[in-house]
């Protein structure tokens, strides 16, 4: 048989999904797993939501539709964007997506040539790295540091860009990190991108889990909620910015895969829009009434489940730091956790960080109890000089279970 294509080699993929299952092989086993090792919010969707999904289901709303998702959503969308970003957005900046990944995949494809330069967070979501890899680009990770509070120093991103630098990647709060760049970074960004003329993808899923007070205020429907910077507030930056954002975290629609590209760079949905038609046709109809109906008057679902996560992170990291070898950043945004555990895995004698995760998911042979994490490793391959071993624990489940995963991460390390 001929080989298959080489340019799919190239795909990395995303290992909060991959190891799912070998995670319930072990259960298979009898093992007792508490799972903290993906993104899923602990609640459901919005109610106002379920009720449109389903009579959009009762009128038949199954059958073709345009590509780049219904007028009205598009429209809700650009109404959202305006109240929280400060460019006024139009129906015809944002295209629907099955996902965030698309915008991922789609803006590389669009934007980047082969041997393009593209940087990117390090760690950071695997998929940046995926696509910048398939596309032939170089990829040149950015690292966000513990000390900076999970950010990049803007002088490492000074000695990064040059005259080959295409797309500078943010992901304001970060996964895995939580952690969030404020107006004085996306100023001095913005000076960069307009010196060396390169386009930004800014990934802003998690904008609205914002806690910390310094936190801009938006007003949307009658509602008052904090969010994270975005750098097109920057004068200029909506025109070489791509918006990557969503429905899956803010309103726990992850199954319902709904996101979008919203921009104003000149000619980009055009090229988009071909994209969708080529990989999607269209979304479901249903999923499109849900995401509207999550977007009305009525935010009280989804700040109150914000809320929870800022409850839950207080909680969790004082845990986390009482148990020794362990030591965790209190992040402004997102529902991860990003702990240190250098010196944990120091003391167990484990390699590094995906030993510990490993380690951890069998602990307790004799009670067959584990739990699930994520590694360091599984955001990016570490760079050159990096020492430091993190694993990543999502905060989005409820609290009895963080609580019972920190339990046994506690009995795990002070063996």
Known sequence: MKPFAKAFDRIGTENAFAIGPQIAAIEKQGYDIVRVNIGEPGCNIPQAATKAMVESVKNHETH???????????????????????????????????????????TMMILVNPKDEVIYPSPGYPIYES??????????????????GFKFDINDLKKLVSKKTKLLILNSPSNPTGGVL?????????????????????????SRIAFDKRMRIVSYK?????????????????????????????????GLRLGYAATKIKGFQDKFLTFAINFWSNLPVPCMRAAEAALGKDQR???????????????IVKLLNQIEGIKCHNPMGSFYLF??????????????????????????????????????????????????????????????????AVKRIKEAVEL
């Open 64 to 106: 073709y539709t345009a590509s780049a998702g219904i007028d009205s959503l598009r429209q809700a969308v650009a109404d959202y964007l305006s109240a929280t970003r400060k460019p006024n957005y139009q129906a015809s900046d944002v295209i629907m997506a099955p996902g965030g990944k698309p915008v991922i995949g789609g």
């Open 222 to 254: 009658g509602n008052k909620f904090r969010v994270t910077e975005s750098i097109v507030n920057q004068p200029g930056m909506a025109e070489r910015t791509v918006i990557l954002d969503g429905f899956s975290k803010t309103y726990a629609m992850t």
């Open 339 to 404: 702990p240190n555990v250098t010196q944990a895995c120091r003391r167990l004698r484990l390699k590094d960080s995906e030993e510990m995760r490993k380690y951890l998911l069998t602990y307790d042979k004799k009670n067959k109890r584990g739990v699930a994490v994520l590694a360091r490793q599984h955001f990016g391959k570490k760079l050159p000089g990096e020492k430091d071993e993190y694993i990543r624990i999502s905060i989005a489940g409820t609290l009895d279970s963080l609580k019972e």
């Open 182 to 206: 404020e107006e004085k970074d996306m100023a001095e960004i913005a000076a960069l991108a307009k010196k060396y003329d390169f386009y930004v993808l800014s990934d802003e899923i998690y």
């Open 131 to 148: 696509m910048i890899n398939f596309v032939g680009a170089k990829a040149v990770p950015i690292a966000l540091k513990e000390e900076k």
């Open 301 to 315: 679902e989804a700040q109150a489940e914000i809320k929870g996560y800022e409850q839950k992170r207080d909680v």
